[in-house]
């Protein structure tokens, strides 16, 4: 099993960049698909992004191609959400997940580990 802290939400402007990183504990770090879920009020949790272990296979969310970036670095044992051009629609709280997979899953369902998430706000 891992464990993961999510770290770097906060609050930004439309039009701008956040990044957001997961750390995880745990030897087997590199074993694991990693995504990224996040859930605004009133709604329910979706995909945004995710990587398989060796961070070359990557998916997005149709809502967030082409502005966000999964990445992962398994010797520091941390992955990352690169986010530009945020819109106010992408306020959410941001999950950290990971799952015992070999090919990327975009269903919350297959993933066993989950961070606590980090706030994201976007003002207009």
């Known amino acids: 099993q891992v464990q993961l802290v999510e770290s770097g939400g906060g609050l930004v402007q439309a039009g701008g960049s956040l990044i957001l990183s997961c750390a995880a504990s745990?030897?087997?770090?590199?074993?694991?698909?990693m995504g990224w879920f996040r859930q605004a009020p009133g709604k329910e949790r979706e995909f945004v992004a995710a990587?398989?272990?060796?961070?070359?296979?990557?998916k997005y969310a149709d809502s967030v191609k082409g502005r966000f970036t999964i990445s992962r670095d398994n010797a520091k044992n941390t992955v990352y959400l690169q986010m530009n051009s945020l819109k106010p629609e992408d306020t959410a709280v941001y999950y950290c997940a990971a799952a015992q997979k070999y090919n990327i899953v975009v269903t919350s369902t297959y993933y066993d580990q989950w961070g606590q998430g980090t706030q994201v706000t976007v003002s207009s």
């Open positions: 990587t398989n272990w060796s961070g070359r296979s990557t």
């Open positions: 745990g030897r087997t770090f590199s074993s694991y698909v």
